[in-house]
């Protein structure tokens, strides 16, 4: 399996968005799951991100935002994946 490209662009972050659903139909307790949206170079990019992350940053913030796939490596100084 290839390795996303990882990209490298300035961002902002545009919209916070939380939303409830349940991974198997029938469950009690739906999850909520997370999402940052930014704009970059006049595109729309969206990633699902942990409860952390969201709570790090607020709309209206600016940086450098690093990607791979559907996956963020890094935003700014507020976002990094120390798992890379």
């Known amino acids: 399996m290839k390795k996303a490209e990882t990209i490298r662009v300035e961002a902002t972050l545009v919209n916070k968005r939380v939303s ?15 999402e940052l949206d930014f704009m970059a170079d006049g595109k729309p990019l969206s990633f699902e991100v942990s409860v ?30 120390f798992k890379m």
């Open 20 to 34: 409830s659903y349940n991974a198997v139909e029938g469950l009690e307790n739906p999850m909520d799951m997370y």
């Open 52 to 81: 952390f992350e969201f709570q790090a940053v607020e709309i209206g913030m600016q940086g450098l935002l690093v990607y791979q796939g559907y996956n963020i490596v890094s935003f700014g100084s507020w976002i990094k994946d």
